[in-house]
């Protein structure tokens, strides 16, 4: 029915009848933490939702070639401008399967302490060092909007408790 840049819709026959189906490449995003415990996070409009929300760095597999902790890491560098020291994988999961085969791929990830010198991010993202504990609070009382960001962050905390 449509194919774009990155995305396309199928129609396809099911037992139930058709359901529109939109393929996407799937996506990584990462909880970064500094060492001094702060997470970074990124605040961007959203045109769809016509917002501007805060989220984990995050992006699609566009790449070719590129695995997983490959696009976190670049994902993290490019949308902070912190190198990634430390990553391991959260969880994977599908965004929203009623129509979309959209794949996520969670990781958490120590970075350095200081940007890279030739760091710049991306246009129009602005970089948000925060707490993690007034994240995780933000996330808990709905001020995060972004699921990919709240799961993340409850599974860092998670994923951290579980280690100490």
Not at 13 to 34: D, Q
Not at 138 to 147: E, M, N, P, V, Y
Request: overall charge negative.
């Amino acid at each position: 029915m449509f194919r774009g840049h990155l995305l396309r819709v199928v129609v396809e026959e099911w037992p139930a009848g058709e359901r529109e189906v939109v393929r996407h490449p799937g996506a990584c995003a990462v909880v970064a933490l500094m060492p001094s415990g702060d997470v970074l996070l990124v605040r961007q409009m959203r045109e769809s939702v016509r917002e501007t929300i805060l989220e984990i760095p995050a992006g699609i597999f566009d790449v070719e070639g590129e695995d997983a902790r490959a696009c976190a890491a670049r994902e993290v560098l490019e949308e902070t401008g912190h190198r990634v020291t430390r990553l391991e994988p959260l969880a994977e999961s599908y965004t929203s399967p009623g129509f979309t085969d959209e794949r996520i791929e969670l990781f958490m990830a120590e970075v350095e302490p200081d940007p890279t010198p030739d760091a710049s991010t991306e246009d129009g993202v602005e970089l948000v060092r925060m707490p993690f504990a007034e994240a995780l609070g933000q996330a808990r009382s709905g001020a995060i909007k972004d699921l990919k960001t709240v799961a993340g962050l409850l599974l860092a905390e998670q994923h951290h408790r579980s280690e100490a």
